[in-house]
């Protein structure tokens, strides 16, 4: 079915605003900004709960009911959906035919509406039930929202109190624009589809299933970014419709605004150190460029912060560090020594408190906990003419889940540095490879096109760090464990482990070379074990 042809249009560019219908489930400001219109000589028009907060300020208010001849019904389902509604909406004022409908039917225009929608996003958070998350998806809302805004030639459409402000300036000064007009219209399409995709993500969720042919992303603007990756990009964050603990919802303390990179690499790093049980030990990450230069548990937050920072130094400088525990005054101290860019923590005490604020650059993020590494949840890439989507990746390997595979069984040592080595591969760009000892990385190598480069410039780290430390003290590779983040399709990656020192590798196979690998590491005395999981990141 084709679309009605476009009919001349006569748009004048202010709209004076006559009649206006509020219907707000967050009555924040409702009766200021009500006032305001009515002073200004509008006819106010509303429903139910709004109805009266205005009527109780001494406002004239005219129920919806009394508008269509129709009363509110079915707890209020139903109560706008009916042509004096949409039809006040809807019709061209500069089309005769619309005129002559609108008349015959008893249908006066509508100018400006004022809707926020029923809270269905703040509903799922508070971890409300089936039922109470259905009674929160607004019917009459979105479709006048999406009416008015069909309409913007003629109807201002508003979404929030600011919207309405807007208005209530240019109406001042004789009639809202056509320009403001159209950007509120385009705001209240992306609202919409925000507040839909958002009913949609449930329900799929509801149903333990993947989303179908059809999928819906949105978001709210949380901050204009001064720039993206690099000057000449603009950029912004939105904040999706469930937050998760991290770089989004946590408070900044002190710091100027947080750049696109410092967000990115925060949620990197977060992400990563939220891995580590807080309860069983202290985690500390050190990420730069979203890969991890060191990371590190231990009895307590400085002792990691100490062997994270131990693995590489040199690029910790003006990195990120994200911990799993509350920050003290001890690990301030530490941290402080070094340029930093940025912390994030669950809490601090007030002597780290007082210890950040000397260093007036440093970006202090507490949160209100840690993410669940194990949740589910998607990530979103653009590619050309559409998006990459995937589930988050929330696989996680324990030692029953551990196939040894060599002659040589590992100690339970090696088995605990192996599962933290794995989880650090997790959180590490492909190719990846890592080098851990006594609950720490010693090597990293990340991002390379082939393993065994990866391999080579971890192990290269640790002589480095070897060397800085002075002395003759030997690379820490040496009786270490090596996580690879995939197979190793060849023998020579695994080698470069055993030339490097370690002792035990981990790694998901799978390869078909499975079996030389095997041996390979047999004649090196190696323990291996295999994963059956596979860590890419991109």
């Known amino acids: 079915m084709s679309p009605p042809k476009a009919a001349p249009k006569s748009v004048p560019d202010r709209i004076a605003v006559k009649r206006a219908l509020i219907s707000v489930s967050d009555k924040t400001g409702l009766v200021e900004r009500a006032k305001k219109l009515a002073a200004l000589g509008v006819d106010l028009v509303s429903t139910g709960g709004t109805s009266r907060v205005l009527k109780d300020a001494g406002l004239k208010v005219r129920d919806v009911a009394d508008l269509t001849g129709f009363p509110e019904m079915m707890d209020g389902r139903v109560k706008t959906l009916h042509p004096k509604v949409h039809g006040g909406l809807l019709f ?92 509120l219209a385009a705001k209240t399409y992306a609202r919409t589809a925000a507040y839909d995709a958002a009913i949609s993500e449930w329900y799929w969720r509801q149903l333990d299933e993947e989303a179908g042919q059809w999928r819906g992303f949105g978001g709210r603007l949380q901050q204009t970014l001064r720039y993206g990756e690099n000057p000449h990009q603009k950029a912004a964050v939105y904040a999706g419709p469930e937050p998760r603990a991290g770089v989004l919802t946590a408070k900044q ?45 231990a009895k307590t937050v400085v002792e990691a912060y100490r062997a994270a920072l131990a693995c590489d130094s040199v690029s910790a400088f003006g990195g990120i560090i994200a911990v799993n525990q509350p920050l003290d005054g001890p690990t301030a101290e530490a941290i402080s020594d070094i340029f930093t860019e940025v912390v994030i923590a669950p809490g601090a005490d007030d002597a780290a408190l007082a210890v950040f604020a000397k260093k007036k650059n440093l970006r202090l993020l507490l949160t209100n906990g840690l993410p669940d590494p194990g949740a589910r949840g998607v990530t979103v890439k653009t590619v050309a003419g559409g998006l990459l989507v995937q589930d988050r990746d929330s696989g996680c390997i324990a030692a029953a889940d551990l196939k040894v595979v ?37 090597g990293i190598g990340a991002g390379q096109m082939s393993r065994v480069d990866s391999a080579r410039i971890a192990r290269r780290k640790a002589e480095d760090a070897a060397a800085a430390a ?69």
């Open 470 to 538: 002075g002395g003759k003290a030997e690379p820490q590779t040496i009786g270490s464990v090596c996580a690879s983040d995939a197979f190793f399709p060849f023998a020579d990656g695994l080698l470069q482990a055993a030339q490097a020192g370690a002792t035990a590798v981990i790694q998901p196979g799978g390869s078909v070379r499975d079996d030389e690998v095997i041996k390979a590491a047999d004649e090196a005395d190696l323990a291996m074990v295999f994963t059956g999981m596979r860590h890419f990141r991109h």
């Open 406 to 442: 060599t002659k040589r069984k590992p100690s339970p040592q090696e088995i605990a540095d192996m599962l933290f080595a794995f989880k650090v591969c997790k959180h590490t760009k492909s190719n990846a490879i890592i080098y851990a000892k006594n609950g720490a990385t010693v």
């Open 92 to 183: 061209r004022r500069d089309l005769a035919e619309h005129r002559d409908a609108a008349a015959a039917h008893g249908i006066e225009p509508i100018d400006l509406v004022w809707i926020n929608l029923y809270p269905f996003e703040a509903t799922v958070q508070a971890g409300a039930g089936f039922d109470d998350c259905i009674e929160n998806i607004d019917i009459g809302g979105p479709a006048m929202l999406r009416a008015a805004s069909k309409n913007a030639d003629f109807v201002s459409v508003c979404t929030d109190g600011g919207d309405v402000d807007a208005a209530l300036a240019e109406m001042e000064q004789g009639g809202v624009t056509l320009n403001l007009r159209r950007r």
């Open 253 to 297: 303390m002190q710091g100027k605004e947080l750049s696109y990179n410092n967000i990115n690499d925060t949620d990197a790093a977060y992400e990563l150190v939220a891995e580590f049980d807080p309860k069983v030990s202290a985690a500390v990450a050190i990420i730069k460029h979203a890969n991890p230069c060191g990371v590190a548990t």
